[in-house]
C-alpha cells in the first residue's frame, strides 16, 4: 500500500523567514497530494492541495511543488508568523484504492519563534 | 458549509465497557466516511472506511469485531468501540466525502476516549 514520509519532524524558524517540508510516496498512482494543519487537541485543516497534473501551486503565503517522477512534494510557507506553529501533515490519495482513501505522513512539528 | 461534528467531544468510561461516537455531516450528504485514530504526537492513522449502506472497510490489523461501524443514512456514521481497554485511549477522529467529490473530506473536531 501507499506510505507517506514527511521530513523534517520537527522545525523551527524565525518570525519572518521561510519553512519547507518534504514529503516522499511510494505509490505512483497517487494522484492527490493535500496538506493539513492541526493544532493540538483540534481537527486538521486543509491548507493547500495539489493533483498530479500540475507541477505547483500557490495560495498567498503557501506553496506546494509536486515532482511526480521523483515522488516528492513539498509545503513551503513564506514569512511565517507565530500563528503558523502547529503540526503540518502531508498525504497522498491512490485513485485505484477504495474510496480514495487518503494516507498520511507522520507529521512536522513547526515552531515559529518571534 | 461542509461541516462535520463528532459527539462526544470527550468520554472517560471504564475498562470493559463499550463507547459509542457518532460522526454527522450537518449541511451535505456523504456515502463515504472515514474514520482515524491518533495517539498523542502521532499522525491520523486510518482505522476504517465507511460506505452508507454497506459493510465498512477496515484496514489491516484494526480488528472489525472490537470497532463497530455503522453507517446508517447519508448524514450519520458511527463508531462503537467495544469492551474497551486503556489501550484503546486515542483521539478518534471521523471525516465526510461529499457526494460528487472525489479525494476531498472534511473533518471532525474529534472525540478524546479514555478508558480507565
Known amino acids: 500500500g501507499e506510505n507517506v514520509e514527511q521530513h523534517p519532524s520537527t522545525l523551527s524558524v524565525q518570525e519572518g523567514d521561510s519553512a519547507v517540508i518534504k514529503c516522499t510516496y511510494s505509490d505512483s498512482a497517487s494522484n492527490y497530494f493535500p496538506w493539513y494543519k492541526q493544532e493540538l487537541g483540534k481537527r486538521?485543516?486543509?491548507i493547500i492541495d495539489i493533483r498530479s497534473n500540475v507541477g505547483?501551486?500557490?495560495?498567498?503565503?503557501?506553496a506546494v511543488t509536486l515532482n511526480k517522477t521523483a515522488k516528492h512534494f513539498s509545503l513551503h510557507i513564506t514569512e511565517t508568523q507565530p500563528?503558523?506553529?502547529?503540526?503540518?501533515?502531508?498525504?497522498?490519495?491512490?485513485?485505484?484504492?477504495?474510496y480514495d482513501k487518503v494516507i498520511f505522513g507522520p507529521g512536522t512539528s513547526l515552531s515559529v519563534i518571534p | 458549509g461542509a461541516v462535520v461534528s463528532q459527539?462526544?467531544?470527550?468520554?472517560?468510561?471504564k475498562s470493559g465497557t463499550s463507547v459509542k461516537i457518532e460522526c454527522r455531516s450537518l449541511d451535505f450528504q456523504a456515502t463515504t466516511m472515514f474514520w482515524?485514530?491518533?495517539f498523542?504526537?502521532?499522525?491520523?492513522?486510518?482505522?476504517?472506511t465507511s460506505?452508507?449502506?454497506s459493510k465498512a472497510t477496515y484496514e489491516q490489523g484494526v480488528e472489525k469485531d472490537k470497532f463497530l461501524i455503522n453507517h446508517a443514512s447519508l448524514t450519520l456514521s458511527t463508531l462503537t468501540v467495544t469492551s474497551a481497554h486503556p489501550e484503546d485511549s486515542s483521539f478518534y477522529i471521523c471525516s465526510a466525502r461529499p457526494i460528487g467529490l472525489?479525494?476531498?473530506?472534511?473533518f471532525g473536531p474529534g472525540t478524546r476516549l479514555t478508558v480507565l
Open chain 2, 7 to 13: 459527539h462526544p467531544s470527550w468520554v472517560i468510561c
Open chain 1, 83 to 98: 500563528e503558523d506553529s502547529a503540526v503540518y501533515f502531508c498525504a497522498a490519495s491512490n485513485p485505484r484504492t477504495s
Open chain 1, 56 to 62: 505547483e501551486k500557490k495560495d498567498q503565503r503557501i
Open chain 2, 102 to 106: 472525489y479525494n476531498e473530506q472534511f
Open chain 2, 51 to 53: 460506505n452508507e449502506g
Open chain 2, 36 to 38: 482515524y485514530r491518533q
Open chain 1, 44 to 46: 486538521p485543516q486543509l
Open chain 2, 40 to 48: 498523542p504526537k502521532q499522525s491520523l492513522m486510518l482505522m476504517a
